[in-house]
């Protein structure tokens, strides 16, 4: 049974792609939509490997596979000598090891399984608070006009990038509505927060808007915050960040299937 060891560990690896970018939305926790064919490439690909590996594997167990013929895989000499042969042949094999390997390489599946049946969260409020206070100097600059309304719906990354660098004042006057999770510093202050990625869950980076008028709900809360925009230092200064929404209701929803912006 060792021999199927790597199918096995292929396999598993192979299948838990599929189920994340296949079956299911899971995959927008890790990387963007746009790598989602690349994602189910790469699992069928492992799974054809998986089942061309237990192919040879089996091919290898048929006997007389390992080179010895004729019962006792010896021609002639006397029966002493084939007996001294064979005893050694099995203490060779007595180890719990052969050509497949040790058996305690079957723990290898272990993490491939458990990527299977509990694919990793998103990443949250500890990943956004990881992150040190630098941001690219932007400049300051004229912003396009928002959609006319109120409320208008924004992208936590363009409510930050309105509110420190546009010098047309675009958020002035008007109503936003901002969702994203909760998270909090230690002096009681919170913050509706998003994680921008460009391409995966590794290059991510935090866009957040402190909150100010109601009470914080617990840290990763998924939140759906309307209010107007309270202007606090000069623009482009680092006073001006994180920008800060004076609250008008606050409602909580749940986590949506892509939990990231894209920066």
């Known amino acids: 049974m060792r021999r199927y060891g790597p199918a096995v560990l292929l396999a598993l690896v192979g299948a838990a792609i599929l189920r994340v ?9 890790y990387v963007q939509a746009g790598l989602r064919p690349y994602l189910v490439v790469s699992g069928a690909a492992l799974m054809l490997l998986a089942v061309s590996v237990a192919v040879v594997a089996r091919g290898a167990a048929v006997p007389g596979a390992d080179g010895h013929e004729g019962g006792d895989g010896h021609e002639g000499g ?12 099995g203490h060779g094999h007595s ?8 058996r305690v390489a079957w723990f ?32 300051v600059g004229t912003f396009p006009a928002l959609p006319s309304g109120n409320p208008v719906d924004l992208a936590l990354g363009e409510f930050g990038s309105r509110a420190v660098y546009d010098s047309g004042r675009s958020l002035k006057g008007r109503t936003v509505r901002l969702t994203g999770f909760v998270t909090r510093d230690g002096d009681g202050t919170w913050y509706v927060t998003r994680l921008l990625v460009s391409c995966c869950a590794a290059d991510a ?10 009470e914080a709900p617990p840290v990763d809360t998924w939140v759906t915050v309307t209010g107007t925009w309270h202007p606090e230092g000069e623009l482009g200064s680092a006073e001006a960040w994180p920008p800060v929404v004076d609250a008008t209701s606050l409602r ?7 939990p990231y ?3």
Do not use: C, I, M, W
Not at 78 to 89: I, M, N, Q, T
Not at 119 to 136: K, N, T
């Open 95 to 102: 180890h719990g090891h052969g050509p497949a390997g040790p």
């Open 108 to 139: 290898l599946t272990l993490p491939a399984l458990a990527l299977l049946l509990f694919p990793p969260p998103a990443l949250g409020s500890y990943s956004a608070e990881r992150e040190a206070a630098q941001r690219a100097a932007q400049g």
């Open 252 to 258: 909580r929803v749940r986590q949506p299937d892509n």
């Open 261 to 263: 912006e894209k920066r």
């Open 205 to 214: 980076t935090t866009a957040k808007a402190e909150v100010r008028g109601v």
């Open 21 to 29: 970018s296949l079956f299911s939305e899971l995959y927008l926790r």
């Open 78 to 89: 006397d029966g002493d000598e084939s007996d001294a042969d064979h005893a050694g042949h």
